[in-house]
């Protein structure tokens, strides 16, 4: 297509030049009955998986109904979604923390047309567009990252391994009968973008081999102090190496024994690529939650510290989450989270139960924390 401008003029880019504007103030986009009842609700239901009522003090009602969404979309289903909400929610919708959408409406008769309207929209491949559900004690969104759509330093996938963990426990999105809310989280490396460090479950791009170096470009490309600060375990030093010409060039070297593959270096300096195909996988964590329920929040535990990728469809771990989903809805008390049934049947009761391998690999070595985390007492259960 041929150039078409917005009327931008790059040879004089700072006239006209709008700045600091911010976001839309929310309100601009409240629908009329929320405007009217916002700091005046008195209390609300869960009507069914995905539907909620909220009632007013002045006794006004508001029906949400609660989609699925993949957060990764076309402009084609964000239409159809704004089409959705012209036909029944007079213009008007939400997303929510989880990525989710919801729609509003303020009538029983209203709320019947939208749900049978979404449970009736599906893809040609067959997948619903508009799923309802996600509230309440069951499996929500899962909150992920960017993966080999569009980062660089992603030892997994985001969305085809979120695609196939919600098909595998799709029916815990449409219902509530977990002990309480599950939520998974993923990130594609342990920058950990999101909220896999305090997920009930959280699953973790990993590597297993040191980066390779780029001798030629890592003076060109790199600040290599920056490297050498980036390193968690001080693996990173700088060095000369000798070239054939017989001049010498700095670089960087990197002790492979204290290396464990962070990736950290490598986000600082181009010349240290890590990814590998073979090397690359996902561990696996649980236990943490962010709500002061009964118990503080938690940090969740890795459990599994490997696990091969297997694209499209990463049956293994697709197969781990699930065990571990059926072991705790089987096993822990109502209201009771994944990490506060965990730690209150003990972690090795959690292994046997779950039948998870408990390797080395999962016991903490790093600095003088770690100490805190082996068991100064004798008591265990056999
Ligand atoms: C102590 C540090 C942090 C805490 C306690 C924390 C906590 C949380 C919580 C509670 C959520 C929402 C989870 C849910 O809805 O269930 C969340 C989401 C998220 N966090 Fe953090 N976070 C922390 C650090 C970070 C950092 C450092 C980043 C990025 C560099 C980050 C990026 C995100 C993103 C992208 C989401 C998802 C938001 C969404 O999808 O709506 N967080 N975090
Ligand atoms: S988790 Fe890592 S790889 Fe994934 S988007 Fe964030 S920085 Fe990129
Ligand atoms: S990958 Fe991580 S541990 Fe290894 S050298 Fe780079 S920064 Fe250090």
């Not at 506060?340 to 039948?355: K, M, P, Q, Y």
């Amino acid at each position: 297509m041929a150039f078409i401008s917005s009327g931008y003029d790059p040879s004089s880019p700072m006239k006209n030049r709008i700045t600091d504007i911010g976001p839309r103030k929310y309100s601009e986009f409240y629908p009329p009955f929320i405007a009217k009842n916002k700091g005046k609700w008195a209390y609300h239901e869960i009507l069914e998986p995905g539907v909620l009522v909220h009632v007013g003090e002045s006794g006004d009602k508001v029906y949400t109904v609660r989609c699925g969404t993949a957060r990764l979309m076309s402009i084609t289903l964000i239409r159809e979604m704004c089409d959705i909400a012209d036909k029944h929610c007079s213009g008007y919708l939400r997303f929510t923390t989880r990525s989710n959408v919801e729609f509003m409406v303020d009538s029983e008769d209203k709320l019947k047309a939208l749900k049978s309207d979404l449970a009736a929209r599906k893809f040609a491949g067959g997948s619903y567009k508009f799923p309802i559900g996600g509230t309440g004690a069951g499996i929500t969104n899962i909150i992920h990252t960017q993966g080999w759509v569009h980062c660089h330093t992603p030892a997994t996938d985001a969305s085809g391994p979120v695609k196939a963990v919600m098909d595998e426990v799709f029916a815990d999105f449409q219902q509530m009968r977990l002990p309480a809310p599950l939520r998974i989280s993923l990130a594609c490396c342990i920058n950990m973008c999101g909220a896999v460090h305090c997920s009930d479950i959280g699953i973790v791009g990993i590597h297993r081999k040191p980066p390779m170096i780029d001798t030629d470009w890592v003076d060109q490309l790199c600040e290599i102090p920056l490297a050498v600060a980036s390193c968690p375990t001080a693996a990173v030093r700088p060095t000369k190496i000798d070239r054939a010409d017989g001049t010498k060039m700095n670089s960087i070297a990197i002790k492979n024994e204290r290396c464990m593959y962070c990736g950290n270096c490598y986000t600082m300096c181009p010349a240290l690529p890590i990814s590998d195909k073979e090397g690359d996988g996902m561990a696996i964590m649980v236990g943490g939650k962010v709500s002061n329920r009964i118990s503080m929040p938690k940090f969740s535990k890795v459990v599994v510290a490997y696990i091969p990728n297997e694209p499209p469809r990463w049956p293994s771990m697709t197969k781990v989450i699930k065990k571990i989903v059926e072991v705790y809805a089987a096993n822990a008390n109502k209201y009771e989270r994944l990490g506060e049934w965990a730690e209150r049947i003990g972690w090795e009761r959690f292994f046997s139960l779950t039948g998870l391998k408990f390797t080395h690999h999962l016991i903490d070595d790093f600095r003088d924390p770690a100490y805190y985390t082996w068991r100064q007492s004798t008591q265990f259960k056999f």
